[in-house]
């Protein structure tokens, strides 16, 4: 040691080798001693090395582990809490703690917090972050990355003894054993470095400051917007215009061809109302046209191959129509249907033609009261040639579905099983007119007849009572007619005696 260095604190004892051999021989040599606090520095990677020199397996793998286990363990638990717990929220219909739903954020987390772990977990055992290393001071050590081994022995090791030391390293073939020391760089922070890095702390803190106040204040302001994305673009109610479109449509017809997964029903007697399988032997292009229509989803063509005949029973088109249309309803027709068809009834179907059926609903009532000229009159369902033996199922499920005269088609509107329903429902709206009591099972006639007898003796009750009112009226009025017809001769005997009088 020279007298330069005899006053600085020593870090511990370097010695050189020339070859690998005499490196790993210096280094079990070392091991076998029992120091612990060692390292050896190579031009290139040396196998077996840390078995030589006795560096136990690292411990950072179980610290990923940890890291990464405590990272699975905080996601299972935000979740659970945030939604199963806290604010229970049903997302596609999962239930509310759904550990197969909570794998991505699980597994995030847990890579997250694995590389910390490992990345942090590095630098604390190898007791960084260092500024500078002892051994740099050494200016032979640059020959670690050329042509010659270093072997190092920390002064820190309990068993360090410089001297002892020096000479263990010599009788192990080492060459020029030289004492690390303190470096003489100065080891205080620039003080331009320490204020840049105080100034960059401070205005990372300023968006975490904004956000913050964000949080807890309101504004009438909006938002400020880094990417627009969908946030202000313009909201549209129905049947308004948009300059988007050609059509300036706001709302979007279906795009042609598509159909909702699992919606789709390639019967197309079912949605034609039509025997496919026998209009292909007397209309073949008809039949060809149908089925290339429905396949490409065009509506307006399916019409037009659909029923091109006029729906009016009064038309002669009608009467001399060659299309085979399905004699019955393909759905099993029970009180479910009935109820369905009902309800689809009142919706769409009543406003014209009446909840009765009869024609007379609320829009021809005001067509009639405003003497439309235009307006035609909706059919009467109860009219003999609208029944199921003049007027088929299939028939007037494509009425609802093209529409007929002044009525739209409700294909867009109403699916094809509420469509069939509607017309299970009119049949039994027509049935329900002119039924009679033969038709009824014989178990059922009899509360039937008392029905009809409750409801007979209601309506004379009822008929009595209105006679009985008219009656007390009538009397009323001729006793009030006799009262004014008395006090009028009072009023004029009076007057003739006041006359008299004055004479």
């Not at 020391?181 to 003080?191: A, G, M, Q, S, Y």
């Not at 049935?431 to 029905?451: H, M, Y």
Request: net charge negative.
């Amino acid at each position: 040691m020279t007298e330069q260095t005899k006053d600085k604190k020593v870090h511990g004892v370097v010695a050189e080798y020339t070859d690998v051999d005499s490196l790993m021989a210096a280094c079990r040599r070392i091991r076998d001693a029992g120091y612990k606090r060692t390292d050896a520095f190579t031009p290139f990677p040396v196998h077996g090395i840390d078995d030589a020199l006795g560096i136990k397996p690292t411990v950072l793998p179980w610290i990923a582990l940890g890291a990464g286990a405590t990272g699975t363990m905080i996601a299972l638990a935000m979740q659970i809490w945030m939604n199963g717990i806290d604010y229970q929220y049903i997302i596609s219909g999962k239930p509310f703690i759904s550990l197969p739903a909570f794998i991505p954020v699980a597994f995030e987390l847990t890579i997250l917090l694995a590389s910390f772990g490992t990345f942090f977990g590095m630098w604390a055992l190898n007791g960084l972050p260092r500024f500078s290393n002892p051994i740099f001071t050494n200016p032979r050590f640059d020959r670690a990355t050329d042509d010659t081994f270093f072997l190092y022995i920390d002064a820190k090791d309990p068993q360090f003894d410089q001297a002892g030391v020096e000479r263990l390293l010599g009788d192990a073939g080492g060459e020029q054993i030289t004492a690390v020391v303190d470096d003489d760089t100065p080891t205080k922070i620039p003080r331009f470095l320490l204020t840049a890095i105080v100034s960059v702390i401070a205005l990372s803190m300023i968006p975490a400051l904004i956000v913050a106040k964000m949080r807890v204040t309101t504004s009438d302001k909006p938002r400020f917007h880094i990417f627009m994305d969908m946030d202000l673009s313009p909201a549209k109610d129905a049947q308004q215009t948009s300059t988007l479109f050609a059509d300036l449509r706001a709302m979007r017809p279906d795009v042609p061809g598509t159909v909702a997964r699992g919606a789709f029903d390639g019967n197309l007697d079912y949605l034609t109302g039509i025997d496919m399988e026998e209009l292909s032997m007397t209309d073949a292009p008809r039949a060809q046209r149908l089925v290339a229509a429905y396949a490409q989803g065009d509506d307006a063509s399916a019409q037009e191959g659909g029923d091109d005949e006029s729906a009016d029973s009064g038309d002669a088109a009608a009467q001399t129509d060659k299309t085979p249309w399905l004699k019955s309803n393909p759905l099993d027709v029970d009180m479910d249907v009935l109820q369905r068809g009902q309800t689809q009834f009142g919706i769409y179907c009543a406003t014209c033609h009446g909840l009765d059926g009869r024609g007379n609903g609320l829009v021809n009532q005001r067509a009639q009261r405003i003497l439309a000229t235009a307006w035609v009159p909706p059919s009467n369902m109860h009219d003999p040639t609208l029944y199921q033996d003049q007027y088929p199922d299939g028939k007037l499920f494509s009425t609802i579905t093209n529409g007929v005269r002044k009525m739209a088609g409700y294909a867009s509107q109403i699916e094809p099983e509420d469509r069939w329903a509607i017309v299970a429902y009119v049949r039994a709206l027509q049935k329900s007119q002119n039924a009679s009591l033969d038709e009824v099972p014989s178990a059922d006639r009899g509360t039937i007849e008392q029905e009809v007898a409750d409801v007979k003796q209601q309506l004379k009750e009822a008929a009595e009572a209105e006679r009985q009112r008219q009656e007390e009226a009538a009397a009323k009025a001729a006793a009030e007619e006799a009262e004014q017809a008395e006090e009028a001769a009072a009023k004029e005997a009076e007057s003739a005696e006041a006359e008299n009088t004055e004479e």
